[in-house]
């Protein structure tokens, strides 16, 4: 158990630039999920997959944003002509099959939007 | 509104003292509440984790209460040390069909020498 990687950890980009970032769960965890943190506040639901479907997504998820889990294991979110306001952490977590209360999160992607 | 609702939003307390962190939830159904700590830059860490029945749960220095029926949490530090500055997150899970979490703001806590 090698715990949730997320990468990079750190991303500075300049606005209007697309940024990807990837989430590599606990293994055979089939639940994943994206949140993004502002300073100060508690993470805020993006979407989460159960293996590889895409099963909810916040309204917070504009249409520039896109996650996508193809193979149900690792996990990409991307977001396409970044603004100013998208600067946040981007955590990953995920929950194993079956025991949905456990909650793991990675060390997050820190974003910052120039 | 939020339906997690932390106080204080943060707090300095000396090496060495206790304090207290309080969270109110209107998160319905409930299915069982939980406190992390994040550290700076980090992703959160479980500390506990409580269902409908339990009142208390401890993890070492940590001491997490629920009230169920007054819907209030409350997180203890007993004998704060210096490392225990970070943010303490209380976050409610419910029983909709695919466990939906809800996050508090946090408190802040600073620890000083």
């Known amino acids: 158990d090698t715990g949730v990687s997320q990468d990079p950890r750190h991303k500075i980009t300049k606005r209007g630039q697309n940024v990807t970032f990837r989430c590599d769960p606990i293994?055979?965890?089939?639940?994943l999920y994206w949140y993004r943190q502002t300073l100060g506040q508690g993470p805020e639901f993006l979407t989460y997959f159960q293996n590889e479907a895409q099963l909810e997504k916040s309204r917070l998820l504009s249409d520039r944003f896109s996650a996508e889990r193809p193979k149900g294991s690792f996990s990409t979110l991307e977001i396409q002509r970044t603004e100013q306001g998208d600067s946040a952490m981007y955590l990953c977590?995920?929950?194993?099959?079956?025991?949905?209360?456990?909650?793991?999160f990675g060390s997050g992607t820190q974003l910052s939007v120039l | 509104k939020n339906q997690v609702e932390q106080s204080p939003q943060s707090l300095i307390i000396l090496e060495g003292k206790n304090c207290t962190l309080q969270?109110?939830?209107?998160?319905?159904?409930?299915?069982?509440l939980r406190w992390y700590k994040q550290d700076t830059g980090r992703g959160p860490v479980s500390l506990t984790i409580m269902t409908f029945s339990e009142n208390t749960k401890s993890n070492g220095r940590y001491t997490a209460t629920l009230d169920a029926d007054t819907k209030q949490s409350s997180l203890h530090i007993t004998a704060s040390q210096l490392s225990d500055s970070a943010s303490y997150i209380c976050v409610v899970m419910t029983t909709d069909s695919w466990g939906k979490f809800q996050f508090g703001a946090g408190t802040q806590v600073v620890v000083t020498p």
């Open positions: 293994s055979e965890h089939n639940r």
């Open positions: 969270c109110n939830y209107t998160v319905s159904p409930f299915s069982n």
């Open positions: 977590a995920s929950s194993p099959t079956g025991n949905y209360e456990k909650l793991f």
